[in-house]
């Protein structure tokens, strides 16, 4: 069974930083994708960075990109997002998924272009004075 475990969120002050970390055991980070979404109190989810299982390609929503960046530690299987110069609207619960168990048809299937398949419980970042 699929077990996506996010940690790191917490309490930052405007311009702070924070690594938020997604532990994968048994997945593979070459070969799926993994993905950070979040979701404001009121608010739709929204997807903010992935990185692909196509050569690690990484994609960023706009208002993050610059600011937040995403990697690999495939040593102890987690996936990091750093995100710098964090603002108040930063603030929300941020999920880690994957697209496992997908199986990848051709080399230029980009995961990061279909939908999650999994996810984890969320960790809650809040960026406030």
């Known amino acids: 069974q699929v077990q996506l475990v996010e940690s790191g969120g917490g309490l930052v002050q405007p311009g702070g930083s924070l690594r938020l970390s997604c532990a994968a055991p048994g997945l593979s980070l070459d070969y799926y994708a993994f993905a950070w979404f979040r979701q404001a109190p009121e608010k739709e989810r929204e997807e903010v960075a992935c990185v692909s299982n196509n050569a690690g390609r990484t994609y960023y929503a706009e208002d993050v990109n610059g600011r937040f960046s995403l990697s690999k530690d495939k040593a102890k299987n987690t996936v990091y997002l750093q995100m710098n110069s964090l603002k108040p609207d930063d603030t929300a619960v941020y999920y880690c998924?994957?697209?496992?168990?997908?199986?990848?048809?051709?080399?230029?299937?980009?995961?990061?272009?279909?939908?999650?398949?999994?996810w984890g419980e969320g960790t809650l970042v809040t960026v406030s004075t």
């Open positions: 998924a994957t697209d496992y168990p997908t199986i990848k048809v051709s080399d230029s299937y980009d995961a990061c272009f279909y939908g999650m398949n999994h």
